[in-house]
């Protein structure tokens, strides 16, 4: 599947339905919430730095749910807080919020809850002048441009980067066939070509997204980065490879039963790379235009006995599966989806009795250079 | 319904199913097709007395269906002429492309189109340099505040400022009844009030869009728009009040038959209205920050031999009923609209064998005043 093809056809599962992202998006929830207070100093750093009359934020990998519109709620009363602190004596700035995601994405029912929103944030947002917020949409892949230059101010995203802009062509032989038999993403039994192969797509597309940011950004600008990564060197540990190393043995269970082909998941690969801090750092110095203010490693499921379900695995399992929905439908079709969901949050709860699964996020604070 | 109801509710039909009005604007499209040397013209003159480096375009009323990115293409094109006429040595301004409209049209439908529609712009503009070109979506009515301070260069609007942000509320008596029984719109049975009531609110929503445009745009930026209008004074012709009249009996038809209730008839009031030159020309010049450039008056329908479907009036009653379903159906259920349509084309089929209907166009131009 090529760049175009994913732009099609990958995104969360949209609507507001029992199985949607809007709906099983809590782990990532949870994750943002204590990534924030980065978040919002960042900003408010920035605002304090630069003072625009007109602060452009943007969101990229916006998906579509609470956390979308939660997020420039807080964002606002951010900026607030930092206006009151240094000028307020001068009218509030403009606040334009820009959210991406691929066109595939359910941008319809973000907008459908426009209204309401800007009700909501007048009720909430009361001390004194209201800023005028202007909310829109700009479709497509933050592999490539997405804004005019220098119009954007502050960045962030949110559990997109560890999503390639392609499966690595390289992953495929001669014949078109996948050296990765067995797995969908980089598991214990990968050999080492298709970590390779799987590394030198992260190098060039998160190039390609610094590069593509720094054009856009205005100089001091600032993007915060929240993304999946690794503990260290190795590829394969219990921590994000892990959970994909499960899904790979949950078809597998399902290619034993007789329920799917054993082709079919040795046809399949998804385009995740979780780097290491080592990898993030090597490319932001080597594309050069932004530096490097922090990068902090979180570890997000510590909580958990107190997730909202029968279980962490079924957590787990909804989360993911709002995520890789769209694409696995399309490869092995709707019929195995149930099935295959239910043996993987038994998987993950069984594991987990074992030994424990630490995934990593990273929070990356970079800034545009001068 | 006030004006936040509208906002959830309006909406054209979406998708491109048969009855969407991506499938069903043709109508529309020949309109626009004969309005578009005055957009193209005018953006050409803009950029020739502006040339800036990035240029910023807002379809106000966008919709959802072909016209929407064939217009972006024309723009492009006409951009391109422009800048090769006057600097030529210098790069190609950057294209921002504001879509708006209400937030419940369907903007997926635009967004999943634009991977082809930029390979498409690609194959056929190869003349020399490829200018880059963003389109976002900026949903919201335009009778508020859509855009930030001085953004926009040229805006143009194609068959939506005769939708007004709400039913004229002076249409009801002390009651909350509708005064306008029988008739949806302004009919030949209508009091004078009911024509004054409407009157009032395209005053006040007119001169609402035009003091909000009027902050957006630049010093010499230009707005064309195309709306329905009057041919004089008389606020009941054979003109487009009439197409509404003739929904009016069809629904009374229907009434008739008892396949709906008289009450809901009496209390369905469109938010139409459809301004005379005079009434545009009279609130230009009162609010005070543009110029009117030219106002053209076009009669669209007057080649109505050449219409691709089995009648006229079946054209005519697609159009209407995928600009007008959504609010039909919240009002009178959706079991009556297929009837409503057959009697609906049957009558302006009649109505035409015996006299012309001729729906007027105006093409406005305004210039922002520096």
Not at 25 to 37: C, G, I, N, P, V
Not at 73 to 101: G, R
Request: charge should be negative.
């Amino acid at each position: 599947m090529d760049t175009k093809d994913l732009e099609r056809k990958f995104h969360m599962i949209g609507g507001d339905g029992e199985k949607s992202y809007a709906r099983n998006s809590s782990l990532q929830k949870k994750a943002s919430d204590m990534a924030k207070h980065i978040t919002l100093e960042t900003l408010q750093q920035l605002y304090k730095e630069t003072r625009p009359k007109s602060l452009g934020i943007a969101d990229l990998g916006c998906s579509s749910g609470p956390n979308t519109l939660s997020t420039i709620k807080e964002i606002i009363k951010a900026v607030e807080v930092a206006h009151n602190n240094e000028i307020s004596n001068q009218p509030l700035p403009e606040l334009s919020f820009f959210l991406n995601d691929l066109p595939g994405n359910d941008f319809n029912t973000i907008f459908k809850s426009l209204p309401d929103f800007h009700t909501e944030l007048k009720r909430d947002i009361n001390d004194g002048d209201f800023p005028s917020v202007f909310i829109a949409a700009y479709p497509g892949s933050f592999y490539g441009r997405i804004f005019p230059e220098k119009t954007i101010h502050f960045i962030y995203s949110s559990y997109s980067l560890h999503w390639l802009s392609k499966v690595p062509p390289a992953l495929y032989d001669k014949e078109g066939k996948s050296i990765n038999k067995g797995c969908v993403s980089i598991c214990s039994s990968s050999p080492e070509a298709v970590s390779n192969a799987y590394y030198s797509q992260f190098k060039e597309d998160f190039s390609s997204f610094l590069r593509c940011r720094s054009k856009e950004l205005v100089a001091a600008g600032r993007m915060v980065l929240i993304t999946l990564g690794r503990e260290g060197p190795a590829h394969v540990d219990r921590g994000n490879s892990f959970f994909w190393e499960l899904l790979s043995r949950s078809i597998m269970d399902l290619v034993a039963q007789g329920e799917t082909e054993e082709e079919k998941l040795d046809s399949y690969d998804m385009h995740f790379y979780a780097p290491s801090a080592a990898e993030v750092e090597g490319e932001v110095n080597k594309e050069g235009s932004f530096e490097l203010e922090s990068l902090e490693m979180l570890e997000v499921d510590d909580d958990k006995e107190n997730v909202d379900d029968t279980s962490y695995g079924n957590a787990v399992a909804k989360t993911v599966r709002a995520v890789q929905e769209s694409m696995l439908v399309q490869h092995f079709g709707e019929k195995i989806l149930d099935k295959l969901f239910d043996t993987y949050a038994r998987m993950v709860d069984e594991e987990l009795a074992e030994e424990d699964i630490r995934p990593i996020t990273f929070v990356v604070v970079l800034r545009r250079k001068l």
